[in-house]
């Protein structure tokens, strides 16, 4: 009744006063929530409201612990989302997007055996919510149940043939197992896919290089960093191609410096600067790099 109410006062506000009003309803009681929480509720509840189509009114509910969830989430704040996510579901079980969410919070803080049995809860109850099937194959991967991890990401496509990182998950797994052959496939599936020219060309240059075609690698590079500038690993195998042909180790260096410099916590990438610049004579900067490995 309450909410009926609110829903025709923004409705006459915006018909009488052209008024674009939102408003949020807090309850209580309303689970284990004290009386000193209503008016945060209430924010959370237009929050809520805000993202509803006219009249924007709501009542303080699983929905809109959801959403500020989902706020804390995006902020990095994963204990907080944690909490939130789980409040949601106390105030419905069934809320299955905050079933699911709750499983990639989890998921983010490596509980991935708990996010593994959230998503396997979200598929019984819809076997057609396809974000579940992959988060449920992420988190298999993640285990090391990788057999598990290829009949989700299969499940996925046979819900939608061009869901691209499902594809791209199962490339990944392909070249986990050595079978460079079955990740390229799959890598060119996902190539025509609408964003799959900005995704796919580091992956096919590696399958590529693990292949042989090495020429064929280095135009998938340049591709790789024409999407995206500061796509590190798509540096350093460009670095590693240019040092291993003995082509132009000071490119070989420039290269390396930048990946390096991307992504420092990468010993590879370290590695590959100091060949290059071993490469040149430059034995001093070289033993420099390596001195910072150590």
């Given at each position: 009744?309450?909410?009926?109410?609110?829903?025709?006062?923004?409705?006459?506000?915006?018909?009488?006063?052209?008024?674009?009003?939102?408003?949020?309803?807090?309850?209580?009681?309303?689970?284990?929530?004290?009386?000193?929480?209503?008016?945060?509720?209430?924010?959370?509840a237009?929050?809520?409201?805000l993202?509803?189509?006219?009249?924007?009114?709501?009542?303080?509910?699983?929905?809109?612990?959801?959403?500020?969830?989902?706020?804390?989430?995006?902020?990095?704040?994963?204990?907080?989302?944690?909490?939130?996510?789980?409040?949601?579901?106390?105030?419905?079980?069934?809320?299955?997007?905050?079933?699911?969410?709750?499983?990639?919070?989890?998921?983010?803080?490596?509980r991935?055996?708990?996010?593994?049995?959230?998503?396997?809860?979200?598929?019984?109850?819809?076997?057609?919510?396809?974000?579940?099937?992959?988060?449920?194959g992420?988190?298999?991967?993640?285990?090391?149940?990788?057999?598990?991890?290829?009949?989700?990401?299969?499940?996925c496509?046979?819900?939608?043939?061009?869901h691209i990182?499902?594809?791209?998950?199962?490339?990944?797994?392909?070249?986990?197992?050595?079978?460079?052959?079955?990740?390229?496939?799959?890598?060119?599936?996902a190539?025509?896919?609408?964003?799959?020219?900005?995704?796919?060309?580091?992956?096919?240059?590696?399958v590529?290089?693990?292949?042989?075609?090495?020429?064929?690698?280095?135009?998938?590079?340049?591709?790789?960093?024409?999407?995206?500038?500061?796509?590190?690993?798509?540096?350093h195998?460009?670095?590693?191609?240019?040092?291993?042909s003995?082509?132009?180790p000071?490119?070989?260096?420039?290269?390396?410096?930048?990946?390096?410099?991307?992504?420092?916590?990468?010993?590879?990438?370290?590695?590959?600067?100091?060949?290059?610049?071993?490469?040149?004579?430059?034995?001093?900067?070289?033993?420099?790099?390596?001195?910072?490995?150590?």
């Open positions: 009744e309450v909410l009926a109410e609110f829903q025709t006062l923004c409705a006459a506000a915006s018909e009488r006063l052209s008024l674009n009003l939102a408003v949020g309803i807090a309850r209580f009681p309303y689970l284990r929530l004290d009386r000193a929480a209503a008016l945060e509720n209430a924010g959370k237009l929050d809520h409201a993202l509803l189509p006219p009249p924007r009114a709501a009542l303080f509910d699983s929905v809109s612990l959801n959403i500020a969830a989902d706020k804390l989430f995006v902020d990095g704040d994963f204990f907080g989302a944690l909490e939130e996510f789980k409040l949601a579901l106390l105030a419905d079980e069934n809320n299955l997007t905050a079933r699911n969410s709750l499983g990639v919070c989890l998921a983010q803080l490596g991935l055996e708990q996010a593994r049995q959230h998503f396997e809860q979200v598929i019984a109850a819809d076997p057609k919510d396809i974000m579940a099937h992959f988060n449920l992420r988190a298999c991967q993640r285990l090391g149940d990788l057999k598990r991890a290829r009949e989700a990401y299969r499940r496509l046979k819900l939608d043939p061009r990182f499902s594809l791209l998950r199962l490339g990944t797994l392909a070249e986990r197992e050595n079978k460079p052959a079955q990740a390229e496939k799959f890598y060119l599936q190539a025509e896919l609408p964003e799959g020219h900005k995704l796919t060309p580091r992956l096919l240059a590696r590529c290089l693990a292949r042989g075609r090495t020429e064929q690698a280095r135009e998938y590079l340049h591709l790789a960093l024409q999407a995206n500038h500061n796509d590190a690993q798509a540096m195998l460009l670095a590693r191609l240019y040092l291993d003995g082509e132009d000071q490119i070989a260096e420039v290269l390396a410096r930048q990946s390096s410099a991307l992504s420092p916590d990468k010993e590879e990438y370290w590695q590959t600067l100091s060949l290059a610049l071993a490469a040149q004579g430059k034995d001093e900067e070289a033993r420099q790099v390596e001195l910072r490995r150590a």
